[in-house]
């Protein structure tokens, strides 16, 4: 399916970083797939499962509802959106889903992954600091384990955009 090429240009960075700033805990599938219909796109909820299941995105977090036997839904994390977006620009310049598997996408899950495992660390710290004396020591252990985790993601996603931009320079060789 060819995308029109004004739906794939009204995805502005700062348009995706407002979806992903306004949703920090994380979206529902229906979530995500009005942020993609409401840009002119289309994305069904059974296409954004099947992407899940082929590992091009992450799988949700089960997160509980507030109040009595009302279950858990799952939340995907909000870069998800961004993730589709960059699926659909490289399906409209002709490459196929296993290529975009195997060449782009291939650690963009678990880097979100690893991103939403240490917020979660973070927060359990905090909270159990909240309830204690502050301790100089650990505070800043903490502050270095932060700047630490922002710089190992920050280098592993210049590692996967960089082989993605060789496997799309490979194929333009080609």
Do not use: C, N
């Amino acid at each position: 399916m060819t995308l029109p090429t004004r739906y794939l240009d009204s995805w502005t960075d700062e348009a995706l970083r407002e979806i992903e700033a306004g949703h920090p805990k994380g979206m529902t599938v229906q979530q995500i797939v009005d942020a993609i219909t409401a840009q002119g796109g289309h994305l069904t909820e059974a296409t954004f499962r099947k992407y899940v299941q082929l590992g091009l995105l992450p799988r949700s977090m089960r997160v509980g509802r507030k109040g009595k036997h009302r279950g858990s839904q799952g939340l995907y994390p909000a870069t998800a959106v961004r993730q589709i977006v960059v699926m659909r620009h490289l399906m409209a310049q002709g490459f196929t889903i296993e290529e975009i598997q195997r060449e782009f996408l291939f650690v963009r899950g678990e880097i979100d992954a690893l991103t939403r495992q240490l917020e979660r660390i973070y927060a359990v710290v905090d909270e159990a600091l909240a309830r204690r004396e502050p301790d100089e020591f650990v505070l800043k252990a903490l502050e270095d384990a932060r700047v630490l985790g922002g710089e190992l993601v920050s280098r592993l996603e210049a590692i996967e955009q960089r082989l993605s931009v060789r496997a799309r320079m490979a194929r333009a060789v080609v």
